[in-house]
């Protein structure tokens, strides 16, 4: 089974400040996905950023990035210029190409608070 | 809004009871998926749907655990004989695609049922 691990259970950036969310995974598969899903404390999901395997470009949504190092099994998303609304729960999630396993498999998430 | 709802928000129930979790999934999704989010972790698999079709149910941690989407819309969670380490927030999504749709498919979350079982 693919494993996800973040080992940041908590983060701190000022506002306007950039900060990095750690994520690496077991897999032994060489077709996957990775998401990174924001959770506030709503709890309501939502997704951040996808990035398939096959493509070696690093995905970016607007202030968001990730660093995607598939050799390392490492994809961390950057935050630039932070604000008080990026304040969640972060959640990096794998998901496999092969159809019969279909769900994400998520880390145990990073808190990130945000400073004026 | 046209997002994913859940009901109850918010379920306690006494040990030995049965629940009922619902799933209003977004308006002609096809795939449909719960997971369970114990305290301090991230969400974990129990089951998903392809229209009315289970096609995995691997992540069920009990046979107390019973989940059905007749339709293939609405989806019901059932929880039968609660126990305390059942006491969690469980999550529902919806995507627009079943298996052999694009992988990337965003999965859309509902706001969750938090079950406290006493």
């Known amino acids: 089974a693919q494993t996800v691990t973040q080992s940041q259970p908590e983060m701190s950036v000022q506002e306007a400040e950039t900060v990095t969310l750690s994520c690496t995974y077991d897999?032994?598969?060489?077709?996957?996905?990775l998401f990174w899903y924001k959770q506030p404390p709503s709890r309501q999901m939502i997704l951040v950023i996808r990035?398939?395997?096959?493509?070696?470009q690093n995905a970016t949504e607007n202030r968001f990035s990730v660093n995607f190092q598939k050799a390392a099994k490492s994809f961390s998303l950057k935050i630039s210029d932070s604000q008080l609304g990026d304040a969640a729960m972060y959640f990096c999630?794998?998901?496999?190409?092969?159809?019969?396993?279909?769900?994400?498999?998520f880390g145990k998430g990073t808190s990130l608070l945000v400073t004026p | 809004g046209a997002g994913v709802s859940q009901s109850p928000r918010y379920k306690v129930a006494k040990r030995g009871q049965d629940v009922a979790l619902r799933c209003d999934p977004i308006?002609?999704?096809?795939?449909l998926f719960w997971y369970q989010q114990a305290l301090g972790q991230g969400p974990e698999f129990l089951t998903y749907?392809?229209?009315?079709?289970?096609?995995?149910k691997s992540g069920l941690p009990s046979d107390r655990f019973f989940a059905e989407r007749p339709e293939g819309s609405v989806s019901t969670l059932k929880i039968q004989r609660t126990q305390q380490e059942d006491s969690a927030v469980y999550l529902c999504?919806?995507?627009?695609?079943?298996?052999?749709?694009?992988?990337?498919?965003?999965?859309?979350f509902g706001p969750g049922t938090r079950l406290t079982v006493l």
């Open positions: 999630a794998y998901r496999s190409a092969m159809m019969s396993r279909y769900a994400l498999n």
């Open positions: 308006s002609g999704h096809v795939s």
């Open positions: 749907f392809q229209n009315e079709a289970q096609l995995d």
């Open positions: 990035q398939e395997a096959y493509k070696q």
């Open positions: 897999t032994s598969e060489s077709d996957y996905y």
């Open positions: 999504a919806s995507s627009p695609t079943g298996r052999g749709g694009s992988g990337t498919d965003t999965q859309y």
